[in-house]
Antibody
Framework: EGQLEESGGGLVKPGGSLELSCTAS????????MNWVRQAPGKGLEWIAR??????????EYAAPVRGRFTISRDDSKNTLSLQMSSLKTEDTAVYYC?????????????WGNGTTVTVS | DIQMTQSPSSLSASVGDRVTFTCRAS??????LHWYQQKPGRAPKLLIY???HLQSGVPSRFSASASGTQFTLTISSLQPDDFATYYC?????????FGGGTTVEMK
């Protein structure tokens, strides 16, 4: 069964930068399309970024609120997903989840990390 | 972007009740509709994928159906473990979008 573990969250000032990491185990990371999903305090889920597998050209897509400020990347040699966040705003305050669909050709997300909290203040 | 609208936003129910809530997509999404359950302080958990398929380990009291762009999740007999927030998600097209959630509270 796949597992994901996020790290790197913390308190940062507006305009600052932060990098999140997600370490994967228990599944073939190389083949996985990986996502970041966030949840602001008391709010719903918001998908923010996806990176496809290298076999699928490693295509990257972002949600509009983070495009141009956040960069998703992967290191298949280390089974690690990253999210470089810059020009942070107070509205980026959220729990950030790393997630993927290990058994999914339909895009659903059947493996989630526990999340890491980012506070911009 | 495809908007996913869930209703109601919350509901109060008792153990043993049959509860149903809906998710409507703003346009055609085929079967690319999935349901997640989230409890406070926890990560979401996949419940149902591609409209009506129960994720492994999910109790059979959960079921889902679809009619056009309206999708329905039903819990046949609410159990104490089911008090949570439920989100629908479409993965038909980018950006991936979630509904606003339905919170099932204890009456």
């Amino acid at each position: 069964e796949g597992q994901l573990e996020e790290s790197g969250g913390g308190l940062v000032k507006p305009g600052g930068s932060l990098e999140l990491s997600c370490t994967a185990s228990g599944f073939t990371f190389t083949n996985a399309w990986m996502n970041w999903v966030r949840q602001a305090p008391g709010k719903g889920l918001e998908w923010i970024a996806r990176i496809k597998s290298k076999a699928d050209r490693g295509t990257i897509e972002y949600a509009a609120p983070v495009r141009g400020r956040f960069t998703i990347s992967r290191d298949d040699s280390k089974n690690t997903l990253s999210l470089q966040m810059s020009s942070l705003k107070t509205e980026d305050t959220a729990v950030y989840y790393c997630t993927t669909g290990v058994n999914s050709g339909w895009g659903y997300m059947d493996v989630w990390g526990n999340g890491t909290t980012v506070t911009v203040s | 972007d495809i908007q996913m609208t869930q209703s109601p936003s919350s509901l109060s129910a008792s153990v043993g009740d049959r509860v149903t809530f809906t998710c409507r997509a703003s346009q055609h999404i085929s079967r690319y509709l999935h349901w997640y359950q989230q409890k406070p302080g926890r990560a979401p958990k996949l419940l149902i994928y591609t409209e009506s398929h129960l994720q492994s380990g999910v109790p059979s009291r959960f079921s889902a159906s679809a009619s056009g762009t309206q999708f329905t999740l039903t819990i046949s007999s609410l159990q104490p473990d089911d008090f949570a927030t439920y989100y629908c998600q479409q993965t038909y097209t980018m950006p991936l979008t979630f509904g606003g959630g339905t919170t099932v509270e204890m009456k």
